[in-house]
């Protein structure tokens, strides 16, 4: 292995066998034609930041520190088909979850490697997920030969060079080796050989072919899947959260976590106006004392852009307009300006996308129109450069949360928001959310999918390993937060229209919030609290300056008892052929439909207003 005399000299500096081993193993498979060692001087971090506009991976735009960059045209979001976990002789990890034997993925995984970083730099990094030096924090070394993902972590994730070195030579952190593979015009060509693997049993993950962060960034879904592991093993939760800070009464704050599968509401149910944000994707938990405190795995936010525009998404149209260090990816590009789907103002009808040249009605091979921008465009950015970024976004200690949120994509069954009756019945209600897919994955959009706790995609633990931990997890917190459910997108049955507006999200937390200080009453319903009108009614005339009318609220809190007899019949069929499941949860489920078969009774009526719930 060839190093030059300063990065040899930061190698000394980590004094770590198996750092060296690891690099010496990546050297000799991706046979990179020079290697650079980054350490956490703003030197260095500029050094990755030029070379992605070296290589043309990024590009600059009009606005100082904005540079946008494109994935290949089959290599815009995440790919669960090429994603596996390597297993020997482990059982089964169930549902859908893909596995390859061990030896067979390996082979094939490293022969894409073989040779992968020819004529190429290698990038050797190392981060911390979680703050630094956090009793919560997880290091992390990652090596690249793309500017662009070594650069988006950079944004993401804080530098953990000084981390490594008090490690003091422990082998305890996490491994990503990641190359784009070949290049053409700053893009991964062999998409077909993309492979993702996740190798549980030395935590390590290996990467090739591909671009797109939810793929090519170790430290988010990759790192991601094995914390689960870690966490359901050491008795903590690594989940797929946001972590927000709800302003109530007399600027009390009250930190809440939500899980979302992406493209449901998540960023934006972090970036309410008038509340904090602390974290947009991931979040560890553990208790501490009396209280569950959380911390964000991430410093930025790869959020999706559609739809941000000046009158939904303030602040991020602001920062995403104002001269900062940023990446746009997937946008399209017209004279150094950048435009995406829904950004309030018209699109030109040519420029530059990551289809390539792009002009309106040009098609891709299948003859699909291709739009200006895919739709699952990003942009990347620091959570500290959001106005509305919370003081303790890098607490050590991180932040108590007092409420859990876990929503879907769901049409026609959930209530906009209800508490759940207990812990264990948050966790079967969680373990039941159901979304409708979107843009996030590969797969084919607006399918119906059981999507437990918004983490089926990274699950790498059996779900009942899974759900055994949250139920535990939850029997040791003294101060247990409370779980509501949430859902944003129920239609009306006959005109198909929303029933609640972008801005109503707020007024749900705002109940949440103070449900959580025992402020308000609420209506018990078979499948949980629901909020009394009047309640509801004075948020939304003091929050948004609105009416609350009674239609309103009845069409939204309606219990719509068949279909969620439906819903719960289909998480039964599919818990049913799930081995080892917890009593606790399986009595949720029977208690679950019996509470709806006894309401559809004793009001003779399958759509039960709030109203008529009252003495329930
Ligand atoms: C998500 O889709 O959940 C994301 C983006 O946060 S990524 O997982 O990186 O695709
Ligand atoms: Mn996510």
């Known amino acids: ?16 066998q198996k750092v060296v081993e690891l690099l010496e193993f990546a050297v000799d498979l991706c046979k990179p034609t020079n290697i650079s060692i980054i350490d956490d001087s703003k030197k260095d971090i500029q050094y990755v930041r030029q070379l992605a506009l070296k290589t043309g991976e990024e590009k600059e735009l009009d606005i100082e520190g904005h540079t946008y960059h494109f994935d290949g045209y089959n290599d815009q979001a995440r790919d669960k088909k090429n994603t596996r976990y390597l297993v020997e002789e482990e059982p089964d990890l169930g549902l859908d979850i893909n596995t390859i034997d061990r030896n067979e993925g390996l082979n094939e995984v490293f022969s894409y490697l073989d040779g992968s970083m020819k004529n190429k730099e290698m990038l050797v990094r190392f981060f911390s997920l979680g703050p630094n030096q956090s009793d919560f924090s997880i290091p992390a070394m990652q090596i690249t030969d793309s500017s662009y993902v070594a650069h ?30 070949k290049l053409k015009q700053g893009v991964s060509t062999e ?46 939760m690594a989940e797929h959260m946001f972590i927000s800070g709800v302003k109530g009464p007399n600027n009390r704050k009250t930190y809440f976590t939500g899980a979302f599968p992406s493209g449901c509401g ?27 405190k959380a911390v964000n795995v991430e410093s930025g936010a790869f959020g999706i852009i559609r739809d941000v525009n000046p009158e939904d998404d303030p602040v991020i149209y602001k920062t995403l307009t104002t001269p900062r260090e940023l990446i746009f990816s997937n946008i399209l590009v017209k004279d150094g300006k950048p435009y995406w789907l829904g950004m ?31 739709k699952n465009a990003r942009y990347t950015i620091k959570i500290s450069d959001l106005d509305n970024c919370d003081k303790y976004y890098d607490k050590k200690e991180g932040v108590s949360v007092k409420g859990m949120i876990f929503g879907g994509r769901d049409s026609d069954t959930s209530v906009p928001v209800a508490e759940t009756l207990s812990w264990a019945h948050g966790v079967f209600m969680a373990s039941s959310l159901e979304s409708e897919t979107t843009s996030a994955t590969l797969d084919k959009q607006g399918q119906r999918r059981h999507n437990p706790m918004a983490i089926l995609d990274f699950l790498s633990v059996p779900i009942s390993d899974y759900i055994n931990n949250y139920l535990k997890f939850g029997k040791q917190a003294k101060n247990k937060p409370g779980i509501f459910t949430v859902n944003y997108f129920l239609k009306d049955t006959e005109t198909g229209e929303y029933l609640n ?8 937390m705002l109940w949440m919030e103070k449900r959580m200080h025992d402020e308000l009453k609420a209506i018990k319903s078979p499948i949980g609290f629901l909020p009394y009108y009047e309640d509801l009614r004075q948020l939304f005339t003091r929050y948004l300056g609105c009416d609350y009318t009674e239609l309103e609220y009845v069409e939204q809190f309606s219990i719509r008892i068949e279909n969620y007899l439906g819903k719960f019949k289909r998480i039964e069929n599919i818990f049913e052929s799930i081995p080892d499941l917890p009593e606790t949860f399986e009595e949720e489920l029977n208690n679950q439909i019996l509470r709806l078969k006894e309401a559809r009774k004793k009001y003779s009526d399958s759509n039960i207003s709030p109203f008529k719930l009252k003495n329930y």
Do not use: C
């Open 1 to 16: 292995m060839q190093l030059n005399k300063s990065n040899q000299k930061k190698l000394d500096r980590l004094n770590n």
């Open 344 to 374: 309030g103002k018209d699109t030109p009808d040519k420029g530059v996308n990551f289809s390539g040249e792009w002009y309106k009605g040009k098609t891709d091979d299948q003859g699909n129109e291709i739009p200006p921008a895919h």
């Open 501 to 508: 507006g972008m801005l109503d999200k707020k007024i749900w």
């Open 191 to 236: 998409t077909d050989k993309r492979r993702i693997y996740i190798d549980l049993k030395t935590n390590r993950v290996y990467s090739v072919n591909n671009q797109y962060a939810g793929n090519s960034l170790g430290l988010k879904k990759l790192a991601f899947r094995l914390a689960i592991r870690k966490a359901a093993r050491e008795g903590w």
């Open 152 to 181: 988006s972590e950079d944004i993401l994730y804080r530098q953990g060079f000084e981390d490594f070195e008090k490690l003091k030579g422990s082998e305890d952190f996490f491994f990503f080796l990641h190359s784009a593979g």
């Open 266 to 292: 998540k960023t934006s149910t972090a970036m309410i106006p008038g509340h904090t944000i602390v974290g947009d994707d991931i979040a560890y938990l553990k208790l501490q004392g009396s209280d569950v």
